[in-house]
């Protein structure tokens, strides 16, 4: 019978639950078992050590393991809260939003091109001048809706676009 009231050896320590002297020595250096302590007290210590290292509390790399969980939970938490943004509709891969601009440029360009001609129908009293700079205009705003892409969507307004366009017509 072990006498669980007596200070044990680390050999005969190791021994019983089943690791080396060595590894009962580093337990005592750390200050996990302590030196001269009756056999109970170790066993309590070292089970107890055990389930922080297990729940990832204890050790020396219990606060990479706590980070790395907590880093984990963030990322999984991100992962099921885009899957839900793309169930309900709120969010698309950005190759699919570059296809909607482009396909919506596109036709606003295919409508932005009819008006010099319903404007000479229309309005015969227009001189061809007065429809070159409406041809102008056009095309600037339908070259505009050709370029853009969805890094734009953040870039701010460009006036310049409208001065310059303005000093095109005007003839300067």
């Known amino acids: 019978m072990i006498d669980l009231d007596a200070p044990s050896t680390q050999i005969s320590f190791g021994e019983l639950v089943g690791i080396s002297q060595p590894a009962v020595s580093n337990l005592l250096y750390r200050e996990v078992l302590r030196e001269g302590a009756p056999l109970r007290e170790w066993l309590l210590a070292y089970t107890d050590h055990l389930r922080e290292m297990a729940a990832g509390r204890g050790g020396e790399g219990s606060?990479?393991?706590?980070?790395?969980?907590?880093?984990?939970?963030?990322?999984?938490?991100?992962?099921?809260?885009?899957?839900?943004?793309?169930?309900?509709?709120?969010?698309a891969p950005a190759h699919l939003l570059e296809e909607v601009l482009a396909k919506a440029g596109a036709r606003a360009g295919r409508i932005l091109e009819t008006i010099p001609g319903l404007l000479r129908r229309r309005l015969p009293g227009l001189t061809s001048d007065d429809i070159a700079a409406v041809t102008l205009v056009v095309v600037k705003a339908r070259n505009i809706a050709a370029k853009m892409r969805l890094a734009d969507v953040d870039a701010d307004d460009d006036t310049s676009d409208t001065v310059d366009l303005a000093a095109e017509v005007a003839g300067e």
């Open 63 to 91: 606060l990479v393991l706590a980070t790395e969980r907590a880093r984990l939970a963030r990322e999984q938490a991100d992962k099921v809260a885009m899957q839900n943004a793309v169930t309900r509709g709120e969010l």
